[in-house]
């Protein structure tokens, strides 16, 4: 299974973008990468997943480079409702990270 | 689309008490359902694999006598402590895949249960 590296914390201010890089040096051919968004006591909320190259949803980006060995998120425009745990799963992966987490600042 | 619902959202009980939770998948069918436990300032661990008319299939280290889960049909799932201590309170959260979308499909997540046990 693909292990996932991620930064353990982040901090932002409003209104900034926000880029929160994923390593997976390990992936597979066929896996895609999904990205999940976790407020305290709620289940993840699924963001964004993608396969290669970039892919754009009403709240995030996902930019895959040609390997595929990371991606990253990029959450445009943050506000102080973006502090959040983000976690990168690969594949059919269901084993959860540290994720990242996220601090907006006003 | 894609709700799963998760009952209840909390639960405190004295122990040796069982608990039932359930995960239900609203407007979709899960042959697949997974459920996690998830401490304070963690990540989420995950306990076992619930499948449709199937056993489940628990990871190492999880007492399946302990956490006895059921998946009668394709949209409910149980997760059962059975006779709860205080070291089994916790946050626990349940999952769902849709069956019926081919292809690489992302997990649907309920809302989680808080259990605190007396």
């Known amino acids: 299974l693909a292990k996932t590296t991620q930064p353990i914390s982040m901090d932002s201010y409003e209104g900034q973008e926000v880029n929160i890089t994923c390593s997976h040096n390990?992936?597979?051919?066929?896996?895609?990468i999904t990205w999940y968004q976790q407020f305290p006591s709620q289940g993840p909320r699924f963001i964004i997943q993608?396969?290669?190259t970039k892919v754009t949803n009403e709240v995030a980006s996902l930019f895959i480079p040609a390997d595929r060995k990371s991606s990253t998120l990029s959450l445009p425009r943050v506000s102080l409702s973006d502090t959040a745990v983000y976690y990168c799963?690969?594949?059919?992966?269901?084993?959860f990270g540290k994720g990242t987490r996220l601090h907006i600042l006003p | 689309g894609a709700v799963v619902s998760q009952h209840p959202s909390w639960v405190i009980c004295k122990s040796g008490t069982s608990v039932k939770i359930e995960c239900r998948s609203l407007d979709f069918q899960a042959t697949t359902m997974f459920w996690y436990r998830q401490f304070p300032k963690q990540s989420l661990m995950l306990m076992a694999t619930?499948?449709?008319?199937?056993?489940?299939?628990?990871e190492q280290g999880v007492e399946k006598d302990k956490f006895l889960i059921n998946h009668a049909s394709l949209t409910l799932s149980t997760l059962t402590v059975t006779s709860a201590h205080p070291e089994d309170s916790s946050f626990y959260i349940c999952?769902?895949?849709?069956?019926?979308?081919?292809?690489?499909?992302?997990?649907?997540f309920g809302d989680g249960t808080r259990l605190s046990i007396l």
């Open positions: 619930s499948n449709e008319g199937s056993k489940a299939t628990y």
């Open positions: 999952s769902a895949i849709d069956s019926g979308v081919l292809g690489n499909q992302p997990q649907h």
């Open positions: 799963l690969v594949g059919s992966k269901i084993i």
């Open positions: 993608g396969y290669k």
């Open positions: 390990n992936i597979a051919t066929n896996d895609y």
